[in-house]
């Protein structure tokens, strides 16, 4: 493939400042689709539809179809992997997930190989969503960020993260090994799916915020650090994004220390601190509110203009802030999608 007729995603990562971003949405997959409502309806429970390679194809084909996304990202849930590691994870009805008792670490720690196997099903999805998918629109397979995983593992659902917090502080060695164990089952788990078809690889660290410096650089820093390490020594070279959603003025610490090639921001970080990120040739993603994306009208318009102007200067890849929103209007994102493809913008 020639460097031109890459996927426009690939080369933002690459670095490249194209004549529009490319785009693609956290959650563009879910029930602000009614094809999704109606294949989900027919899933036993989400576990089990993740575990469907058939169906969960399926699902993240449906927004590449109803959309001129430039990229689909494979449907599954960090919450898959505590599950192949042992730990019980379920997703009650309107309540989000729980999960059960955290096992002794070492427990966690006999079963990183096995977890790889267990999560084949999720390599089985990448590679039919790679066979159907036009080689113009890129493939992104992802995990969640170990403290996000471990915040949930420990607390046993999802909550202000106080008690993974005060765990950090009053059992740091257990933490570590804990985060050890995420760490390389991890890694191993972005392998296999880059060997099944992803082409970048995402790591949501959806619960950064509030993290002391050091605990930041001990619970985030660190450890995606050694993923990328660990991946990359295993001969992939599929691109990172790294998502450290809500660690502010640490944003930037993050971008230096961690070799990754793009982060995404939050719908919080100033346009200042995305063009310092470009202007050291860190290609940023973002970061669109998705609340402001449901409420649509003038606002929207306004907001999407912003970004583009501030941002696409640079290398760029437009996308929300977080997730987009269940009660999310299909045309909001139809109408911001068609904004973003429709022409070079002009600066
Ligand atoms: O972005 C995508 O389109 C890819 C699929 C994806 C899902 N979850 C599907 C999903 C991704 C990347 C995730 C990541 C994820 N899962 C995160 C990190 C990103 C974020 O949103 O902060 C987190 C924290 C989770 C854990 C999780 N899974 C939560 C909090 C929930 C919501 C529970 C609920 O009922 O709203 C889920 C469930 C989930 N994951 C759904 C989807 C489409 C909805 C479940 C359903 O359809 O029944």
């Given at each position: ?11 933002a ?14 959650r563009?997959a ?64 309107g ?5 059960g008792p ?17 999560l084949?099903a ?21 995990a ?7 915040t ?23 933490l ?19 060997r ?6 995402k ?17 985030v820093?660190?450890?995606h ?59 940023i ?41 269940p ?13 973003v ?7």
């Amino acid at each position: 493939m020639t460097e031109t007729s890459q996927p426009l995603l690939l080369r933002a990562l690459a670095g490249e400042t194209l004549a529009r971003p490319p785009v693609w949405f956290m959650r563009q997959a879910g029930r602000s689709l009614p094809e999704y409502r109606e294949l989900r309806s027919r899933a036993v429970d989400f576990i089990a539809f993740c575990h469907n390679p058939e169906m969960a194809a399926e699902a993240t084909l449906q927004p590449m179809r109803r959309f001129p996304m430039d990229a689909a990202i494979v449907f599954a849930d960090i919450l898959l992997l505590p599950r192949a590691l042992g730990q019980d994870v379920w997703f009650a009805a309107g309540e989000g997930p729980r999960l059960g008792p955290l096992p002794p670490v070492e427990r966690l720690a006999d079963e990183i190989e096995a977890s790889t196997r267990r999560l084949s099903a999720v390599g089985e999805t990448l590679s039919r969503v790679r066979a159907a998918l036009e080689p113009e629109r890129a493939l992104i397979g992802f995990a969640g960020g170990p403290w996000t995983v471990a915040t949930y593992m420990i607390e046993g659902r999802g909550s202000d993260r106080s008690r993974a917090r005060a765990f950090a502080y009053r059992e740091p060695e257990l933490l570590d090994r804990l985060l050890d164990v995420l760490v390389d089952s991890t890694a191993r788990y972005l392998v296999m799916q880059a060997r099944s078809g992803a082409q970048a690889l995402k790591l949501f660290e959806s619960w950064a915020e509030g993290l002391a410096e050091d605990v930041f650089e001990r619970v985030v820093i660190r450890p995606h650090r050694a993923i990328v390490e660990k991946v990359r020594a295993a001969g992939v070279d599929a691109p990172f994004i790294g998502f450290p959603r809500g660690a502010g003025a640490l944003v930037e610490t993050y971008a230096a220390a961690v070799p990754v090639q793009a982060v995404a921001l939050d719908t919080q970080a100033p346009l200042a601190l995305g063009r310092r990120l470009q202007a050291r040739g860190m290609p940023i993603q973002g970061a669109l509110d998705n609340l402001l994306l449901q409420a649509g009208g003038p606002g929207l318009d306004a907001r999407v203009e912003t970004l583009l102007a501030a941002w696409s200067g640079g290398p760029y890849i437009f996308n929300l802030g977080h997730g987009v929103t269940p009660d999310t209007p299909v045309e909001h994102i139809d109408r911001v999608v068609q904004r973003v493809v429709r022409e070079a913008v002009s600066v």
